[in-house]
């Protein structure tokens, strides 16, 4: 191992620059196929007027009313966002402990988990009318819609990960004399935890796409309201602003959840370390 404590600081920088490549390399071929200010016969407008665009919805004066693209950015963020942690939420504290359930209980698992196989495969979407019809244009129509979306990844990751504990220190836990509620707490949940982080980050994915469905039909306000509604009205340099924006907040909720699994699993890494 290297002394140099720079060497982290220098390979991370190495990783930003080789991750930008891709990204900066298509804009700049976009924006050099655009001359005129746009592409494919006009329906797309090149990256310098979205950026002109992204800069007026975000930091611009609002019109109250006038015009819905200026000075608005932070509140559509703020609106999705907000029903992302709600549903998102929610669905951990159903999914995980249920999850730990199904893997853990030859019982539970007969019981429940033939019903989640049966339900995970209908879409998101196919839950839209039904959410309409129960809840109506309100924010817990869009919020059952994330809840629905993120459940079946974090419930399914979940039950692998007590699946899959080392028997062993099952065997271990119970020649100690250890409950089952303290082996479920003590050695399962630890173990299962990668597993269930796995299952976290798959379903903010899908918690972001429920959120922008949702708002695109169901809610009156939020990044997919806009989305929307910029495309009725022919602003495809809104559209493309708003498909940027949920990108960018969809990656760094991933990245908070990544720093979590982090945190939360340092002591593999100590145990690595003193292998």
């Known amino acids: 191992m290297s002394d ?15 991750a930008l490549v891709l990204p ?48 608005t ?10 029903r992302v942690l709600y549903g998102f939420g929610l669905a951990i504290l159903v999914g995980v ?11 539970v698992s007969s019981l429940v988990d033939p019903t989640i196989q049966w339900l995970r ?7 839209l009318p039904i959410s309409i019809a129960v809840f109506g244009i ?20 979940t039950t692998q990960g007590a699946r899959d504990v080392e028997k062993n220190w099952i065997r271990a836990a119970l020649m100690m004399g250890a409950s089952e ?15 269930i982080f796995t299952g976290l980050r798959i379903g903010l994915g899908i918690a972001w796409t429920a959120v922008i469905v949702s708002e695109m039909v169901a809610v009156k306000s939020g990044l997919g309201y806009v989305l929307w509604d910029a495309y009725y009205v022919g602003r495809m340099d809104i559209v493309i602003a708003d498909m940027v924006s949920i990108g960018l907040m969809g990656f760094l909720s991933d ?4 720093a979590v699994e982090i945190w939360a699993l340092r002591w593999r890494r100590m145990q690595s370390f003193n292998a």
């Open 4 to 18: 140099n404590p720079s060497l982290p600081l220098l390979e991370r920088i190495y990783r930003l620059a080789k």
């Open 24 to 71: 900066v390399t298509a804009v700049l071929l976009w924006q050099w196929a655009g001359q005129d200010g746009a592409v494919a016969g006009g329906a797309l407008p090149t990256p310098d007027r979205v950026w002109q665009a992204w800069l007026k919805w975000g930091f611009g004066n609002p019109t109250f009313g006038l015009n819905p693209y200026v000075g």
């Open 73 to 82: 950015w932070r509140d559509s963020v703020l609106f999705s966002l907000g």
């Open 97 to 107: 402990p249920l999850g730990m359930l199904i893997g853990w209980s030859k019982l």
């Open 121 to 127: 495969p209908v879409p998101i979407t196919a839950w």
């Open 138 to 157: 309100r924010d817990f129509g869009a919020v059952f819609l994330i809840v629905i979306g993120a459940f079946y990844p974090i419930v399914i990751n």
């Open 181 to 195: 509620s303290a082996i479920l707490r003590r050695v399962v949940l630890p173990a299962a935890l990668p597993s």
């Open 255 to 258: 990245q908070l959840i990544v």
